[in-house]
C-alpha cells in the first residue's frame, strides 16, 4: 500500500521560509517523478514543482528561483524548500509521485503566509 505523509507546513510570516518533507512507504522516489502541487481556495490544484528520475527540475514561473525540490533516496523522503515566501503562496500542498498508469497523492499540509 503506498502512503505519502506530508509535514512541515503551519504559519509563516512573509518574506520567510519553510521546508516541507514527504515520507513514502510502499513506493520509492527514486526511478520515478516526484512533484509538489499546491491548491489554494477556489482554485484548481496546480504544479509547483516537478522533479524527474533523470534528475532534472520543473517549477512553475510563479516559484522558481525562490522554491527548491529534491529528495534523500536513502530516507526514502523528498522535499520543498520555500524561500521568501508571499501571501499568494498560501495554499494546500500535496506531494506526489507519478508512475506508470497513475499518480499517488499525499494528504496535503496546510501552508500559510501572513503577517
Known amino acids: 500500500q503506498v502512503q505519502l505523509v506530508e509535514s512541515g507546513g503551519g504559519l509563516v510570516q512573509p518574506g520567510g521560509s519553510a521546508r516541507l518533507s514527504c515520507a513514502a512507504s510502499?513506493?520509492?522516489?527514486?526511478?520515478?517523478?516526484m512533484g509538489w502541487y499546491r491548491q489554494a481556495p477556489g482554485k484548481q490544484r496546480e504544479l509547483v514543482a516537478e522533479?524527474?528520475?533523470?534528475?532534472?527540475?520543473n517549477y512553475a514561473d510563479s516559484v522558481n528561483g525562490r522554491f527548491i525540490i529534491s529528495r534523500d533516496n536513502g530516507k526514502n523522503t523528498m522535499y520543498l524548500q520555500m524561500n521568501s515566501l508571499k501571501p499568494e503562496d498560501t495554499a494546500v500542498y500535496y506531494c506526489?509521485?507519478?508512475?506508470?498508469?497513475?499518480?499517488?497523492w499525499g494528504q496535503g499540509t496546510q501552508v500559510t503566509v501572513s503577517s
Open positions: 506526489s509521485v507519478r508512475v506508470l498508469g497513475g499518480i499517488f
Open positions: 522533479g524527474t528520475s533523470g534528475g532534472s527540475t
Open positions: 510502499g513506493i520509492r522516489f527514486a526511478g520515478n517523478t
